[in-house]
């Protein structure tokens, strides 16, 4: 059975870093495209960056030059690093695959970023 775990949210303020952790379960996980989205309270789920298996990388042009997706296949974890945060980003973050497979969403992590 197929798990995807988040942690690593919090309160930090602007200008802030933080950095998000994924662990996969019960799949193969370097073969997979990994992503990570969020959802703001009131708004639909975006995609706020993707990374294959190869380590190829793709971002949200909102995110572009904070962010940073990276992935450790030998310990099924997916990452994400959050620099210069704004409060824009305040949100709860996902990890899925691309493109997301619905049965996989797990809990979530919250970020909030105070201004």
């Known amino acids: 059975q197929v798990h995807l775990v988040e942690s690593g949210g919090g309160l930090v303020q602007a200008g802030g870093s933080l950095r998000l952790s994924c662990a996969a379960s019960g799949i193969i996980f370097s073969i997979y495209v990994m992503a990570w989205y969020r959802q703001a309270p009131g708004k639909q789920r975006e995609l706020v960056a993707a990374?294959?298996?190869?380590?190829?990388?793709d971002y949200a042009d909102s995110v572009k030059g904070r962010f940073t997706i990276s992935r450790d296949n030998a310990k099924k974890t997916v990452y994400l690093q959050m620099n210069s945060l704004k409060p824009e980003d305040t949100a709860v973050y996902y990890c899925?695959?691309?493109?997301?497979?619905?049965?996989?969403w797990g809990q979530g992590t919250q970020v909030t970023v105070s201004s």
């Open positions: 990374i294959t298996s190869g380590g190829s990388t």
């Open positions: 899925n695959f691309r493109p997301y497979v619905n049965n996989y």
